[in-house]
């Protein structure tokens, strides 16, 4: 089992910046890779990060790319920086861990609770 913990969503003005953050715990390894989910109102949930548990291969949606950055430290927290946010994307975000095939096929073994991110135009 792997346990996911998120923090750091919230209300910010367009053209803010936000920093989510996921500490990872349990039977965490080489084997899962780390990714930020997002779903919208309406819309299906969408892959917009992911990064490998070596941090060496990263992966960005094209609606991000340019703005956003994935990075993790060696105690197994994932960090996505969220910069230059518009109001299309507001949504629930989530933190996942699954193989990197699995996370590339929107799927994932494990979820975080989900944070709110909200901007505001």
């Known amino acids: 089992q792997v346990q996911l913990v998120e923090s750091g969503g919230g209300l910010v003005q367009t053209g803010g910046s936000l920093r989510l953050s996921c500490a990872a715990s349990?039977?965490?390894?080489?084997?899962?890779?780390m990714g930020w989910f997002r779903q919208a109102p309406g819309k299906e949930r969408e892959l917009i990060a992911a990064?490998?548990?070596?941090?060496?291969?990263k992966y960005y949606a094209d609606s991000v790319k340019g703005r956003f950055t994935i990075s993790k430290n060696t105690k197994n927290t994932v960090y996505l920086q969220m910069n230059s946010l518009k109001p299309e994307d507001t949504a629930v975000y989530y933190c996942a861990a699954a193989p990197w095939g699995r996370l590339e096929a929107n799927e994932s073994d494990y979820w975080g609770q989900g944070t709110q991110v909200t901007v505001s135009s």
């Open positions: 349990g039977r965490t390894g080489s084997s899962y890779a």
């Open positions: 990064i490998s548990w070596s941090g060496g291969s």
